[in-house]
């Protein structure tokens, strides 16, 4: 073996080395990569970081920018190429690419946007400061510029705003070999992937869609008419989730989207649903819990702006509940043993509330609640509320009773918690339902509403109770 | 126009209204056409059930089994052939499937069997019960139960079960034309749908893919060799959720499936992904909120078994809580309005460690939280936490000292405020990592941990900081 094959081998060897290196088992970025990467910025090795980013995948590389410090990344973004930036910018979560937008000059970016798909393109524009937006469109082709421009004119979280304005379409007059000449003809012109070619009439709207697939399948004689399928039409200001259910009940890999006047005008793959399914179970999980997304690089002013609104509504109804303690004062001071008791109730009863509407908010999104199931949804919910209740109302009642020797103490206890759990399943059914039917977000406010009803009734139903009962 | 037309056109504006009438403008089943159907079954009407059943997509004849009653749902199945149930058998929920199973005759279920993708089609098989499922597997060819049993002998919830053994490969040497020549004399061959042509050694392993539209960009000299796109190989045991969390980072459309020595096996393919990202995130929100799947048609006894587990742990937790506050009798006795306050305290901790907690958890799943940022993260959390605690110390200590005219009980009340929503914010992020650094899943018992961290530091610093300065 020569000198030379072998210094080639070693640069090889060291390339698959540090792709290796990049990534850990479970395809998360290594932290010693990270420091690598952090140290090279440190030292200014320009020749190392060409060589530590030529390890990773765009995807990694937008990974890699959000476990860098702030600075670490500012220090990155010169050693980026247009072509690089074009791939990672979608890849951001959003405060990182605001950041990252704003380090990098308007040509880079002009050219970069000009790499990107339409919706992606879009989206980047869309985040750019007004006078870098300016700068930005101005360095910008003329058609691109307009594309951009159409996209934006679409609501956000709408299929306008997803679908990429690439598509391959082809008249229903055309023959399978028609139609691969043409797109041999002039490769330029297609998207870089596609899965399906619209059939049009002469009006632009589709009748029909032919897999790729389709086509190696017939002979290049067979009319597209006749292998096309019927297609699935989005039009343009359907909400993306919507979208998303439709494209996962149906199974679908990509739709043709419409305007209005029902016109081809792009369409969305199921890879951008993906990420759509994504973003809205995210939604739905921090929603329940009281948090609104204050993105992943948010400071500790943003978190904490993310997460106070929900805490002052949640220290109101608090004072709500306390005021029922409150009312109550005179029996606890008689029966101190009523103030440890009584959070019992209240915390399970709100265990088994938020366990309904979590199950209720799952099952409106997924469409499996309805109105026409809601009666029977609701009566088994209050039936498994009632026997969960009696269940640990007997657990609880006996240990009660072991305790302290005293029935009387056990009943209203026990039968508090009966109450508490009954109206904690008819709270935690009726209230998301009740949202959905307002056209509210059932995942955003339920949580406090049946939190409030659990602890309002487990403290008003033992006091209460307790009251009439032993004293 | 002639009699005849006149009909032909009012027969086909019929199913075009039904069509309408079938779905409402979120795409989910219309209540009243869930009532025809129930009706028709009632009546026995087998020439308006097939009209209606004609008028849905399969995807919609499974939504329509969830929404009709156990009895309906039964007697519809002899309605349905083996086509429409290979279709529609994949998209039930379980409980449903398992009940339709058990109603369909084994022949006819091997017939239809034998029509789905050898994924689906094991999942069906596994859910038979055992008497079953040696009739059905005696009733079908040689080859489909070999590749059934092939497939049931990997994991569940592994790449090995998701995949499809269906796949398009060629050798390097194949040019475009060879490889559409050869697809095209034996169409039957191909699965029925595909995206990529994977290029394979001689060993069978894959070296590349080829998108299909990538044939259609080049002349049919070119070799495929010079055309495939490196490929993100996926191996059969890999975890699903794993799968699910590359194929998003890296926007795959489908990916090639190899055994432990590299041979491709299979592939999977982006739509099945979509499913997997619902199911992941269901469990997540789920798991949270303390409940078990028990599906969509499970009895009020199955509901009961999959959430009185989680209260049961809830009251062992709520009981130490309760001793907390049970050691503070005497005060509590001294000072009832400490029984009213001290729930505010515990409420507001327990909502700002779910806040904490979810956001943990969601940054785990999607690995934007890890080793490299745990200390960042738990800082910033702690910080957040001191903030919002301070801020809602300042507000409630002020409320309470207006109401009650004490200072002390003020201080102490804003005191211990501080103290938990530290807690909260230190347990709601160090509990998720800790449990993930475990190999536990972090959703499925965070909050129990910190729900009883913040009830307990709750109680205690609220009543011990009243002992001291009040009392």
Redesign the interface.
Known sequence: MSRETDDLTDVMDAEEDLEDLALDD????N?EF?SDVADALDRGDAERLRELLAAL?P??IA?LM??LSADDREELIPHLDPETLAEILSELDTEIREDVLEHVPSATLAKAIGEMESDDAADVVDDLEDDKRAEVMAAMPELERAAIETTLRYGEETAGRLMQREVVAAPQFWTVGQA?DH??KD?EE??E???DIYVVDPAFKPVGAV???G?????RQTPLAQIMEPVTEITVDLDQE?V??????????SAPVVDVAGRLVGQIT??D???V??EE??E???A????SDAG?DAG?IG??RS??P???V??LT??L???V??AF??Q??KL?????????V???GG??G??T???AV??LA???L????AVRTVS??M??GL??GV??AI??GG?IFGVFHDLRLSVAFGAAMIINFFMAALAGAVIPLALERMGRDPAVSSSVFV?FVT?FTG?FAFLGLAALILL
């Open positions: 479970d395809y998360a970025l932290p990270v995948h995807a990694d990974d959000g476990f691969i797109f041999r490769p297609l998207p992937l596609f899965f897999p790729v697939s086509l190696l399948r017939v002979g919507e998303a259910y439709i494209f996962d009940k149906y199974h679908l890999i199921v890879d649903i993906v990420g399914v994504q179970s995210e739905d999980i921090l329940l819990a009281g948090v992943r500790v978190i904490v997460r106070l929900w805490l002052l949640n220290t608090a004072a509940s306390a005021s303690i409150g004062e005179g606890i001071a101190a043993i009523l103030a440890a008791l009584m959070p019992v209240a915390s399970l265990n088994a938020t366990q509407l979590t199950v799952r099952a997924s469409r499996e309805s109105a026409f199931n088994r919910e039936a498994v026997i969960n269940v640990l657990i609880t240990v939190t602890d403290f």
